[in-house]
């Protein structure tokens, strides 16, 4: 499978939000998709300082997702990865979480790394490390709840 992970440039927001919405409504909500774009556009004008990566099968954007320090606090969080439904099981999303994972180790190895997902990805990030630290019912959404998780350990890659 020929996958390359490279940094999200401007010209890529269309097919990341293509990529989102084909996670509608299983993954996000419809009302997660404003603010999907609203993160994009505040990567395109410097605003944010997430770093963001985009995921390509075949030279096709398939996925993508970043890593930050959204509120100044020394957590890093995750941020916004999918991958398109289409291409799920694939282990596509293995790759670009080995790859944030290994980044944040180089760059930030002391800080705790956290995540909000839902039960429907929690399963995903616990095979990598991540232990649930909150539960909230019914948070995104009626019937879609969100579990904050905490990274036991950064794994050696």
Same mark, same amino acid.
């Given at each position: 499978?020929? &996958?390359?992970?490279?940094?999200?440039?401007?010209?890529?927001?269309?097919?990341?939000?293509?990529?989102?919405?084909?996670?509608?409504?299983?993954?996000?909500?419809?009302?997660?998709?404003?603010?999907?774009?609203?993160?994009?556009?505040?990567?395109? &004008?410097?605003?944010?300082?997430?770093?963001?990566?985009?995921?390509?099968?075949?030279?096709?954007?398939?996925?993508? +997702?970043? $890593?930050?320090?959204?509120?100044?606090?020394?957590?890093?969080?995750?941020?916004?990865?999918?991958?398109?439904?289409?291409?799920?099981?694939?282990?596509? +999303?293995? %790759?670009?979480?080995?790859?944030?994972?290994?980044?944040?180790? %180089? %760059?930030?190895?002391?800080?705790?790394?956290?995540?909000?997902?839902? %039960? $429907?990805?929690?399963?995903?990030?616990?095979?990598?490390?991540? &232990?649930?630290?909150?539960?909230?019912?019914?948070?995104?959404?009626?019937?879609?709840?969100?579990?904050?998780?905490?990274?036991?350990?950064?794994?050696? $890659?």
């Amino acid at each position: 499978m020929e &996958t390359r992970i490279r940094v999200y440039h401007k010209n890529d927001k269309q097919h990341c939000l293509d990529t989102f919405k084909s996670n509608v409504p299983d993954y996000f909500t419809e009302g997660e998709i404003s603010e999907f774009e609203a993160f994009l556009d505040r990567l395109e &004008t410097g605003i944010s300082k997430t770093q963001f990566y985009i995921i390509e099968l075949h030279g096709k954007i398939v996925g993508c +997702g970043g $890593f930050g320090d959204k509120d100044n606090r020394n957590i890093i969080s995750l941020a916004w990865g999918h991958i398109h439904k289409n291409e799920h099981k694939k282990g596509l +999303g293995q %790759q670009l979480l080995t790859y944030r994972l290994a980044l944040i180790k %180089q %760059q930030y190895p002391l800080l705790p790394v956290t995540i909000d997902t839902t %039960q $429907f990805s929690c399963w995903f990030y616990e095979k990598n490390g991540f &232990t649930k630290t909150q539960f909230t019912e019914n948070y995104y959404t009626d019937g879609l709840h969100r579990y904050d998780m905490v990274l036991n350990h950064l794994k050696p $890659f």
